[in-house]
């Protein structure tokens, strides 16, 4: 099977994504201290984008390090970050 490794760029500010337009991730008062995080789970969705950014293939980070994310989630969020992401002047 191929592995699908999302590199991202390097100078991409996670903290710094709005992420209230992603359907896959949500805020709720609370819950990991109102980060965001993926839908119906405590998985952050920063620690989905610095494992992506660290190479970590997402086939290996939506099954052995977040069991629950699902692969076409993790692809989803990825790219909502590769796109809303500030890019630098």
Request: hydrophobic share 45%.
């Amino acid at each position: 099977m191929a592995r699908f490794c999302a590199t991202l760029p390097a100078e991409m500010e996670v903290d710094v994504i709005d992420w209230s337009e992603c359907p896959d991730v949500e805020r709720v008062p609370g819950r990991v201290s109102g980060q965001w995080t993926v839908v119906g789970t405590r998985i952050l969705a920063d620690g989905v984008i610095g494992n992506a950014e660290a190479g970590v293939p997402l086939e290996e980070l939506a099954t052995e390090i977040f069991p629950g994310l699902g692969l076409e989630r993790a692809r989803r969020i990825v790219s909502y970050a590769r796109h809303h992401a500030p890019h630098p002047a």
